[in-house]
């Protein structure tokens, strides 16, 4: 009855990884991504065509014969670990995650839906759903209650999209970006831009009715927050690295810092925390793989854990780092914000402990 | 190489020529050793078979299902965990010949003399003296041990003695195994502060070991301790557990059965350490996983350290949450205990005897400077001790 997670990464996976790893460090170093975030144009050049179409990772959540690589969520969590080391401005988690797994509950019966996953699956087009970056899984049928007169604020990447998913309250609309009016806002996190959506003026063309469209969404929300737990710990990976990376070179009272106490025991302990990480990030990955009963909970769990471990290391990399940390011009504070902005990402910690106090039967007093 | 399918068929001979149901506890165990089916991964002859010692599980399983004593390795966990992997990798022929069979069959209990009142941490700078008896070439050992659990069940001894005080502390180290039946052993309890003495304090007077009983060359005792200490923290982090399972489990189903003492901060506390403890769990999975696969990692030691933490939050929590009962506590009567119990008894039990996890098997300050060392690769404090004679040291 209990699903036996399988909790490694492949070698197949692994191979992956290192082609994510090799195209991200060509296209979008830390320099490159500095250099862009005040722009208002943070997406490396060139680098979506290479990643989404040349590595394929853009249809790796769709079966081949709806147009995609038929892998799945396992491969999918190891291009957003390396995503999340690099902190690297792209539509992956929005588009190639959330949508396309909205998409791909629509596509079965034919239709819009299942041509526009196969433009996704390509890479050729980039859909988001217009809802606030801060909306979790159990906040989609809330989604489609939204008074029509309100623009959707916090939309993430929705500046990078051709199309935008909008819920509306008899079903899920695909309207083009240009139909709509798309107004970037000032983001905490400078490499996932956020705009505030106004889609009133536009018809679109309905993917969904009612119901169908509020489950759709709903398990497009629970992949993103699933797999929003391997960005977190590639990030939480990529923090602790370059941490005791400088704690050895360092030297202050003619010692590597790195040799103090004080400051070992706050790494050591950050690495427990990241090899934590690492299992709950893999379980919810599996288990939305394996369509698992209890996939629900392992999501939850793992959002409740590697949100924090993200925000703990990217913390203690800018603290670690001493002076240098507080710089614009080390990629820590990249990391930073990113952590920080993904801790509201689809749902709170705080949420995610709700699910589960209602999921394990740990109800909160009367 | 032994695969699974010939285990399957020696378990099912095994259990065929002796009978569970109509066979001796100690018949069985005897005859399972003798047909390689203790440690599969051991030598033929030595309780194994020299198969992968991934294949162990399945054969614990067989055998169990067909209602097949076991060892009950909660008595004998020093023997099993510690004393066993040592002999085999350090002992003569003839002392694992003469050792490892009733070691594992439980006829013969094992303690471990190491730790001492003046050497915890430092467990290097350790003062029992073994001197050698020119006449016979017998080891002559005084000195005094502690925290000793099993010492008063125990037949034998895995012990560390001071064999050259002019060396460096890690240099005049030799490793025997000692007779605990020897008159120069006396065995007194230590009380612990959950009321009972689980361990022991040993005085070690003129106690004669002959020099066949020892492991390894003579001052290269620390090196096979390290042998010894590895095997420790695999078995005190490496237990499966299921969801749920271990404290946090007992403190859920007093949520769930006592409405009434719920509070919205016990709330929080409760789904924090649940979380966790769930991350525990599939942490301790994954790395049975890299085992299994041929990879193991370092993760064993987060294990140890995030047990100990979770163990005294959730039994912390679980004192608070039952309110009035949590005044209790269900018995404070002076015993021996032949076997530790991290989860049993009461919720107050439970929160002073987790207080010992953080310290057993490494204190957890120690083990986050290996994580830091070993793992991360950071470099050492600096160090004034190693080079300087035993003898000169402060204590």
Not at chain 1, 105 to 128: I, M
Request: glycine letters at 10%; proline letters at 6%.
């Amino acid at each position: 009855m209990s699903h036996e997670p399988d909790l490694l990464h492949s070698d197949t996976q692994e191979a992956l990884r290192a082609a994510v790893r090799a195209l991200l460090a060509d296209r979008a170093g830390h320099p490159v991504v500095l250099g862009r975030i005040e722009t208002g144009d943070p997406y490396p050049p060139g680098l979506w065509p290479a990643l989404a179409g040349d590595i394929g990772a853009a249809g790796l959540l769709v079966p081949e014969e709806l147009g995609g690589q038929g892998a799945g969520h396992r491969e999918t969590a190891v291009v957003l670990e390396e995503l999340g080391r690099a902190v690297t401005p792209a539509p992956y988690l929005t588009g190639a995650v959330v949508a396309t797994e909205t998409l791909l509950a629509l596509a079965g019966d034919g239709g819009p839906a299942a041509g526009l996953l196969a433009e996704l699956a390509a890479g050729e087009r980039t859909a988001v759903l217009a809802a606030p970056l801060t909306t979790a899984p159990r906040g989609a049928d809330a989604l489609f209650a939204v008074p029509a007169e309100a623009p959707v604020r916090g939309v993430a990447d929705a500046v990078a999209a051709d199309v935008l998913l909008v819920p509306r309250p008899d079903g899920l609309y695909a309207v083009p970006a240009v139909e709509a009016a798309v107004t970037p806002l000032s983001p905490l996190d400078l490499t996932r831009p956020l705009a505030a959506v106004d889609a009133r003026g536009a018809a679109g063309t309905r993917l969904a009715g009612a119901a169908g469209a509020r489950a759709a969404v709903r398990r497009g929300l629970l992949a993103g927050a699933g797999l929003l737990a391997s960005e977190q710990l590639g990030l939480a990976e990529w923090c602790l690295e370059e941490t005791v990376r400088h704690a050895r070179e360092r030297h202050q009272f003619n010692r590597p810092v790195g040799s103090f106490q004080a400051l070992k025991h706050r790494m050591a302990r950050l690495w427990l925390d990241v090899v934590g990480a690492r299992a709950a990030a893999r379980a919810a990955a599996d288990a939305l793989a394996a369509g698992a009963a209890d996939a629900e909970l392992t999501v939850a769990v793992a959002q409740a854990y590697c949100s924090g471990v993200a925000v703990r290391a990217a913390e203690e990399c800018v603290q670690l780092h001493g002076g240098i940390g507080m710089t614009w011009e080390h990629p820590a504070h990249l990391a930073l914000k990113r952590a920080k902005a993904d801790q509201l990402a689809l749902g709170s910690a705080g949420h995610h402990q709700d699910v589960v106090a209602d999921l394990a039967d740990l109800p909160a007093p009367a | 190489m032994t695969d699974a399918a010939d285990l399957r068929a020696r378990v099912r001979d095994l259990l065929a020529a002796h009978p569970p149901a109509t066979t001796g506890r100690t018949d069985f165990l005897r005859a399972r050793f003798d047909a390689g089916l203790a440690w599969v991964h051991h030598p033929a002859g030595l309780g194994g078979l020299d198969a992968p010692r991934s294949l162990q599980a399945a054969v614990d399983a067989g055998l169990a299902a067909a209602g097949a004593p076991d060892n009950d390795p909660g008595r004998i966990g020093i023997g099993l965990g510690m004393a066993a992997p040592t002999l085999l990798a350090h002992g003569s022929d003839e002392v694992r010949a003469r050792f490892l069979k009733p070691l594992w069959t439980g006829e013969e209990v094992w303690c471990q003399l190491f730790s001492e009142p003046g050497a915890g941490s430092d467990l290097a700078a350790l003062g029992t003296r073994a001197v050698r008896d020119a006449a016979t070439g017998d080891w002559i050992v005084d000195g005094q041990k502690v925290w000793t659990s099993s010492a008063h069940t125990a037949r034998w001894a895995i012990l560390l003695a001071r064999t050259d005080p002019d060396l460096p502390k890690h240099r005049g180290i030799t490793y025997f195994v000692c007779d605990m039946t020897d008159p120069g052993v006396e065995v007194r309890p230590l009380r612990q502060l959950t009321g009972e003495a689980e361990f022991n304090e040993v005085f070690l007077t003129g106690v004669r070991i002959p020099d066949a009983h020892r492991l390894g060359a003579v001052g290269d005792g620390w090196r096979v301790a390290r042998t010894t200490l590895m095997n420790e923290r695999v078995s005190i982090g490496g237990a499966r557990i299921p969801r749920e399972g271990g404290m946090i489990g007992r403190a859920a189903a007093v949520w769930r059965d006592r409405p009434e003492l719920r509070t919205h901060a016990l709330h929080r506390r409760l789904l924090d350490l649940w979380v966790d403890s769930e991350v525990a769990r599939l942490t301790g999975e994954r790395l049975r996983q890299q085992l299994a696969a041929g990879e193991p990692g370092p993760e064993g030691s987060a294990m140890k350290l995030g047990f100990a933490r979770l163990h005294q939050a959730v039994s912390g929590l679980e004192v608070e949450l039952l309110a009035d009962d949590g005044l209790l506590y269900g018995d404070w009567t002076m015993t021996r205990p032949e076997r530790v119990d991290f989860t049993g008894r009461d919720a107050g039990y439970r929160y002073l005897r987790a207080k010992g996890n953080s310290i057993e098997g490494g204190t957890s300050e120690v083990l986050l400077n290996i994580v830091a060392e070993r793992v991360l690769g950071l470099p050492p404090e600096p160090r004034d001790d190693k080079d300087v004679p035993w003898k000169d040291l402060a204590r």
